[in-house]
């Protein structure tokens, strides 16, 4: 199976299952100031900018249709902004070495600032109505510090799994 | 045809990209229309399990670790619960009389209109993956009666207050908008001054509302810790539910009504189990 598609079929799931988790109540426990981190982001994140903007996008795009279906946004609306972030982060693919700690939190904080923007900017052009009319206001602000906080592990971790590393897939390939 | 082939080839990613950007744009412009909302109500039948299993194991998680705390906690409660039982059987007595009474001035008032209310209890079982959105999950739909537009209800220390509305259904759950979205809108009326108003979400975290609409000269009539409720006006929601307390009241000399910022009865935080109205 083309090493792309079996990215695809193995990440969808795993950042859905994520979506799950952060709409439970398990997720309320963990919450500051009810705000709570977005760690399917940081995993789509990730997932780009190792495996290129094809497999990014493609994740993106059907993650966000299942946070479409989840929340109160019209379909369309979260596939359209994670597919820009799976496209984005795609596109620098290999362009950074990954360092434990820098990266991740840069990473993490423009594509936290670009989720925001592009929802405020989607909700203003297609009349959805959203939680918070104001673009920076705490809620921002914490949601932006949490998952910078939580990038650095959730990074670590996910490079423990061959299937996301481009390198090693490279290699259990024999390419 | 082998141009477009070999041009799509070539740049594979952005084409790629603008097919599902004009997808999802297709889709938003399609499911703001109310008829293709079908599509998303099958989709909350599909991913509403999943969403119920993870919140059947975090209420696990957390009933098991505050269960020790709760024993105490209920000891003291049942004290209270036993002394307030007294007043309410004195109470309840007037309560009698006085029902007697209005029926008779509704008697004699010629009221012919019913209002008869079917209750459906349901439980929370998800809230907004993010934090963009405020909505709520329940576990019934369709098939237990429910309808778009219902008003949801809970209980909260003896009083029922208002939640909010359905806006998705599908066939065993459904989606509700709460109170506090800035895209709820409620008509009330304060219960002592019995002014009328509008109250709508300030679209926070910290469950703050607002009352608007608000006559100014009644601002010598209303208190704070005042009780609002819904008055029934346009049919949206039933009349006499509970909608908060009055916090605080601004009086701004360019508005030509009040401000009333309403602290909600229901505490959204800790909401577990709901009623729908059924008012058919």
């Known amino acids: 199976m083309d090493k792309n598609i079996k990215l695809v079929i193995i990440s969808i799931p795993i950042i859905a299952f994520c979506q799950f988790l952060q709409s439970s109540s398990i997720f309320d426990f963990i919450s500051v100031s009810g705000v709570k981190p977005d760690i399917s982001l940081i995993i789509l994140i990730f997932i780009a900018y190792n495996n290129g903007s094809v497999s990014g996008q493609t994740i993106g795009f059907f993650n966000g249709l299942i946070e479409d279906f989840l929340s109160l946004s019209s379909l369309g609306f979260y596939s359209l902004i994670r597919t820009t972030l799976g496209f984005l982060y795609g596109i620098f693919e290999g362009s950074f070495t990954i360092d434990p700690v820098i990266i991740p939190v840069l990473f993490t904080l423009f594509g936290t600032i670009l989720k925001k923007i592009m929802e405020w900017f989607l909700s203003s052009i297609f009349s959805v109505s959203l939680l918070n009319t104001i673009l920076f206001d705490s809620t921002f602000w914490i949601e932006i510090l949490y998952n910078c906080i939580l990038s650095s592990f959730i990074f670590a971790l996910l490079k423990l799994f061959k299937i996301f590393s481009p390198q090693d897939r490279s290699v259990t390939d024999g390419i | ?280």
């Not at chain 2, 269960?67 to 004290?79: M, R, Y």
């Not at chain 2, 709820?184 to 304060?190: D, F, G, Q």
């Open chain 2, 1 to 280: 045809m082998q141009k477009i082939k070999r041009f799509l080839t070539k740049h594979k990613s952005i084409s790629l990209y603008i097919f599902f950007i004009f997808v999802s744009i297709l889709l938003i412009i399609i499911t703001s229309n109310a008829p293709f909302t079908e599509v998303k109500g099958a989709g909350i039948d599909i991913f509403s399990p999943a969403q119920e299993f993870f919140s059947n194991m975090g209420t696990w998680f957390s009933e098991t670790i505050n269960s020790i705390g709760k024993l105490q906690q209920t000891k003291l409660e049942l004290e209270k619960t036993r002394a307030k039982l007294l007043e309410y059987e004195r109470i309840s007595e007037n309560i009698i009389r006085i029902k007697q009474e209005n029926l008779q001035l509704k008697e004699l008032l010629d009221f012919s209109r019913q209002i008869n209310f079917k209750y459906i209890p349901a439980e929370v079982i998800a809230k907004q993956p993010g934090n963009t959105f405020s909505i709520f999950k329940l576990n019934k739909g369709s098939n237990d009666g429910v309808r778009k537009d219902m008003a949801v209800v809970a209980q909260n220390e003896g009083l029922t207050g208002l939640v909010g509305k359905i806006i998705d259904v599908g066939s065993n759950y459904c989606t509700v908008i709460p109170l506090y979205n800035s895209s709820c809108y409620v008509a009330a009326r304060l219960e002592i001054s019995r002014n009328d108003g509008l109250v709508n979400g300030l679209g926070e975290n910290n469950d703050n509302i607002i009352m608007t609409n608000v006559n100014k000269d009644a601002i010598e009539e209303i208190q704070s810790g005042d009780k609002i409720i819904t008055s029934g006006l346009g049919e949206l929601f039933p009349k006499n539910i509970y909608i908060g307390y009055v916090e605080s009241i601004i009086s701004e000399a360019y508005n030509s009504s009040l401000e009333i910022y309403v602290k909600p009865v229901i505490d959204f935080a800790k909401l577990e189990y709901v009623l729908i109205i059924d008012t058919e």
